[in-house]
């Protein structure tokens, strides 16, 4: 299946092609293919006159991209110190469980991503979950279902 680059190719001609817009136009392509695709990254290599290394080590050091599709549904598991000790691995096994996948990987139907993280820098309310940008402080294994149950209606 091949990849309309129509859209990326948008993002690219709405910064004029300024090489110091490269983190900006790379967030926004992946808003849109949820993932980086390498067709993009080549397409954003050329017409910002960049070698396609500069690019790919821009999309690799950052952690918020990917270079594999994501779901529909980002969940982030902190794994942090604090939230470690208030039970973080456990939160993330019953997402696992729910969800029926490890971290690290998406669902079959594309809908749900787990990733874990090691600090989101709000150790005072951990254990933290982010869900599709949301933020749920104090998460407890039975939160875990009522975090997923509006996401799975959308």
Do not use: W
């Not at 110190?81 to 669902?107: D, N, S, Y």
């Not at 294994?141 to 509006?150: F, Q, T």
């Amino acid at each position: 299946m091949e990849l309309n680059l129509s859209l990326a190719q948008e993002v690219i001609d709405k910064y004029k092609g300024q090489k110091k817009a490269l983190i900006a136009i790379l967030q926004e392509i992946q808003e849109i293919y949820h993932y980086l695709p390498e067709e993009a990254l080549r397409l954003v290599s050329k017409k910002l006159g960049l070698p396609l290394i500069d690019v790919i080590s821009v999309a690799t050091f950052y952690r918020a991209f990917s270079l594999k599709p994501r779901g529909r549904h980002l969940i982030t598991v902190c794994l942090g110190t604090a939230c470690h000790v208030r039970g973080g691995p456990k939160i993330l096994e019953e997402f696992e469980r729910q969800l029926g996948i490890k971290a690290g990987e998406t669902t079959p139907d594309n809908q749900f991503t787990l990733e874990t993280v090691n600090c989101l820098g709000c150790c005072a309310i951990g254990p933290v979950v982010v869900a599709d940008g949301n933020y749920h402080a104090q998460t407890t294994i039975r939160k875990v279902s009522r975090i997923l149950k509006p996401l799975k209606k959308e």
